[in-house]
């Protein structure tokens, strides 16, 4: 039922059955690991070109496809999209529309059955988690940048975008200063920088000096992680299923109750108890309530998502600082995925803000 062809990672045995080609499986764990640490899909895509890494294209003949020396970005984002690598499968995609013509694409005619570990996976359940919440943020960034004109997801190196200023609120820039011949990466604001000084106060920092106090930052946290991981997972918790849920259904009440007065209105309008100008004039109001409920509870939903994406990034989390004494050297793909912004206090205290949910203040 699985067509193996350019399903990179797999290939069929003897019987058919679908296994794992390990080295296959490598570029597609490779592929997630980076999505998910915030590169884009064009940085991946000439990452595995430059490596010298086939696309899928080359691992079977077919002449439809890209070449097997080119990675395009839309290739990376079909494999990041394939919820197969996690051992699940959408069977029934396609089905016959006529043993004559081609197999069409499933669009509703035939349920899907969604079947959990079918095949072996190749990713793990949680890193796939983690490629889907990066894959809605990345969304959501664009969805927002087409309105402001700014937000749209680049990055480069693992603090941009990161750092923000906390006298003018500027982003930090990567800069390089030289002293010497020797040329050190430092961060600065772009304000400051911009100004030279006069409008932001606020002083380059060196980027090795971040990368210690991130990798310092996450020793102490791994040192009481037990505590800290129970305090967000309640906090967590008790926001998602009290407060919320409840004023979630107070505010469907209100609006199922607003619901029945426009049809009241409706009806006595037909009937003659009201004028036209009377209904006008109550419905508008009534319009108008309708809006601010709706409203207030599209606000609560984003709410839930957003605190269904601090519990996926906190598992995350969880399993990092389960290694955190191990820690040798700065991993930017833990910054990324962990951090949400630090904000520089000045350029001997910052504050990094996780995604799980809490802030820890460091001295640099
Ligand atoms: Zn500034």
């Keep these: 039922m699985l067509n193996t062809s350019r399903f990179l990672g797999y290939s069929k045995d003897e019987e058919g059955k679908l296994i794992i080609v390990p080295e296959e499986a490598e570029i597609v764990r490779r592929i997630y690991r980076e999505f998910a640490g915030g590169y884009t899909y064009n940085v991946i895509a000439r990452g595995l070109e430059r490596d010298g890494i086939l696309s899928p294209g080359k691992f079977e003949n077919d002449n439809n496809f890209c070449s097997g020396e080119i990675w395009h970005p839309s290739t990376v984002k079909s494999i990041l999209e394939n919820e197969k690598y996690k051992g699940d499968a959408l069977l029934q995609k396609t089905f016959n529309v006529d043993f004559l013509s081609k197999r069409?694409?499933?669009?509703?005619?035939?349920?899907?059955?969604f079947v959990e570990n079918c095949i072996p996976a190749i990713i793990s359940k949680e890193l796939a988690d983690m490629v889907k919440v990066e894959l809605d943020r990345r969304k959501r960034i664009r969805n927002s940048s087409n309105e402001s004109g700014r937000g749209k997801y680049c990055s480069k190196y693992p603090f941009s975008g990161l750092l923000v200023c906390n006298e003018c609120f500027s982003k930090f820039r990567r800069h390089a200063q030289w002293s010497g011949d020797k040329k050190t990466p430092v961060w600065v604001c772009?304000?400051?920088?911009?100004?030279?000084?006069k409008d932001c106060k606020s002083l380059p920092i060196k980027?090795?000096?971040l990368e210690q106090a991130f990798m310092d930052c996450i020793r102490r946290l791994g040192e009481d992680?037990?505590?800290l991981i129970m305090q967000l997972t309640q906090n967590i918790e008790e926001s998602l299923c009290?407060?919320?849920t409840e004023a979630k259904e107070d505010i469907d009440l209100k609006i199922r109750a607003l619901q029945d007065k426009m049809l009241e209105l409706v009806r006595k309008l037909k009937t003659g108890e009201i004028t036209v100008a009377i209904y006008n004039e109550e419905i508008i109001k009534l319009e108008n309530s309708m809006q601010c409920y709706q409203k207030q509870k599209e606000a609560m939903t984003s709410h839930e998502e957003k605190l269904g994406e601090y519990q996926s990034r906190m598992k995350y989390m969880k399993t990092y600082l389960d290694k955190a004494?191990?820690?040798?050297?700065?991993?930017?793909?833990?910054?990324?995925?962990?951090?949400e912004q630090i904000m520089?206090?000045?350029?001997?205290?910052?504050?990094?803000?996780?995604k799980c949910g809490f802030e820890y203040e460091m001295e640099i």
Excluded: P, Y
């Design 225 to 227: 992680k037990e505590t």
């Design 344 to 354: 520089v206090i000045n350029k001997h205290r910052i504050v990094f803000e996780f």
């Design 104 to 113: 069409q694409k499933n669009i509703g005619q035939v349920d899907s059955v």
């Design 207 to 209: 980027e090795s000096v």
């Design 242 to 244: 009290t407060a919320n």
């Design 325 to 339: 004494f191990n820690f040798q050297e700065f991993d930017g793909f833990l910054l990324t995925n962990t951090v």
């Design 190 to 197: 772009c304000k400051h920088q911009k100004t030279k000084g």
